[in-house]
């Protein structure tokens, strides 16, 4: 009987046998939450978002300040993963240091955080893919088309992650090449067919409200400072997702070490090389105005305009593919949240979704049932409502562990995993805390107001839930050595 490896020995100690197969490397792990943040995805799909707030500022000094908490909150998540690498992990994180309902709660944010991210990447890529390419289909079809069109790009990614980790792995590690290509050659040509750089255009202040004005991305209103803060909601959306370094622990060789690297590596790659690519765009606008009547448009606009119609093709080619990718890696992710909760029977079914398939070693139920609940999404609710209500419950979801590791650090919580933050932890775990409130505020303003009543009427059903039934029954993870 072969003995046990360092991953299964400490997977045993947290109370779980090894089930899914372990075969990702240190850069897989890393590129599936490079792969699902996709800064050619949020940062493209969503860039109208950013500079139709404040104008260029919102590009220019908004990003990195969004990337600087960003960055805050993976390193203390990091913390966690590292002393506790299990798939689900911000769920089995809460439950450990927080208590079983923080446990409860945090898994169901993540879950529908995971889910709505999903509904927003294929929508945003079927959305760009028709204004790259120019498909229109007939006005009294187009809603149908376009979600049977998201349907079967989910169900496509379903049955890729279906067969198995090797597909999506080798699928995911090319992702993250892909995205890093793409986004450096649409940099350089951009930079290059520039004929004057206009760098005030990263600081400068604009009030683009209103615009267009068939679709105002924001209604038109008079406070820049406000405006400029509703254009966080372009990097909050974009740098979201590098959990799924956290879920796919139990697949990944030295979990406690790659892990954690895999969190924080893909969000400041991601950070640095999407504000640098987002500045390309905004200093290669023919005009400021014009780009924001574009709206949902205007980054194919600038390709073309600036480099052409062929070479724009290209790379817009090679964008709606990584954002294919990043819908794959993102079910992934979603799928193995789904399959940790329903092991420790957290969902209704969970007999059923979290069998493992012998000859994939993939949790297959757990993959069909997160596809089809992101379909459902499509089909009731628009694209924005969904990017906002995602970015909410993710981030809620990253900072309850995080915020209940700062209370246990010390404490009840000794006994640290090899990545480690010092006393940094603490006031870092703090300022994540306080950041993800003010992220909730933005994200329920106009247009986005359908959101509040969502987030409310979760959180109240949760309350219900939890107190009516689950406080009960829930036992929660099998526990784990904090000392």
Not at 116 to 138: E, H, K, M, Q, R
Not at 445 to 469: C, E, K, M, R, T
């Amino acid at each position: 009987m072969p003995s046990e490896t360092p991953d299964e020995q400490r997977l045993r100690e947290l109370g779980y046998r090894q089930e899914l197969a372990r075969r990702m490397s240190g850069f897989s792990n890393f590129a599936i939450s490079l792969a699902i943040i996709c800064i050619l995805s949020g940062g493209i799909t969503s860039f109208h978002v950013g500079f139709n707030s404040a104008g260029g500022a919102s590009l220019g000094l908004g990003w990195p300040l969004v990337a600087l908490f960003s960055l805050g909150v993976a390193a203390t998540m990091a913390q966690v993963a590292s002393a506790f690498p299990t798939a689900g992990g911000l769920y089995h994180w809460g439950s450990l240091l927080g208590g079983r309902a923080c446990g409860w709660v945090t898994a169901w944010f993540n879950l529908a955080g995971l889910i709505t991210v999903l509904a927003a990447i294929n929508t945003g890529t079927y959305d760009f893919a028709t204004a790259a390419f120019g498909w229109t289909p007939a006005p009294e079809s187009a809603a149908r088309f376009r979600i049977i069109a998201v349907s079967l790009m989910t169900l496509s990614q379903a049955l890729l992650n279906h067969h198995g980790n090797r597909w999506t792995t080798r699928l995911t590690d090319f992702s993250g090449w892909l995205i890093l290509t793409v986004a450096s050659v649409m940099t350089l040509a951009l930079l290059i067919a520039t004929p004057h750089w206009d760098w005030s255009r990263l600081w400068t202040f604009t009030n683009l409200s209103g615009l267009p004005e068939s679709a105002p991305v924001f209604p038109r209103q008079d406070s820049l400072p406000w405006l400029f803060c509703l254009g966080f909601l372009l990097p909050a959306y974009t740098l979201t997702g590098f959990d799924a370094s956290a879920h796919t622990s139990e697949e990944t060789v030295e979990a406690s070490l790659n892990v954690p690297k895999g969190i924080v590596r893909s969000v400041a790659v991601s950070a640095l090389f999407g504000w640098v690519m987002i500045g390309a765009l905004l200093l290669a606008m023919p005009d400021l105005k014009t780009g924001a009547g574009k709206g949902f448009e205007i980054v194919p606009w600038i390709l073309r305009s600036t480099l052409g119609d062929r070479f724009a093709q290209g790379l817009l080619t090679g964008v709606v593919t990584a954002q294919y990718l990043c819908g794959l890696a993102a079910l992934t992710s979603a799928s193995r949240m789904t399959y940790a909760f329903a092991r420790d029977e957290g969902l209704p079914g969970s007999r059923w979704l979290k069998s493992v398939d012998p000859a994939t070693q993939s949790p297959s139920a757990a993959v069909w049932c997160s596809a089809l609940a992101s379909v459902v999404l499509v089909i009731v609710l628009r694209y924005e409502t969904i990017a906002a209500v995602c970015a909410v419950f993710l981030y809620l979801s990253y900072v309850l562990p995080v915020a209940a590791g700062a209370r246990a650090h010390g404490r009840t919580w000794t006994r640290f995993g090899p990545f480690q933050l010092g006393r940094a932890f603490k006031p870092l775990a703090i300022l994540s805390s306080l950041g993800c409130l003010f992220l909730l505020v933005i994200g329920v303003q106009p247009p986005n107001q359908q959101a509040l009543p969502i987030l409310i009427g979760s959180g109240v059903l949760l309350l219900v839930i939890w107190f009516g039934f689950e406080r009960c029954r829930f036992k929660g993870p099998p526990g784990g050595r904090l000392r």
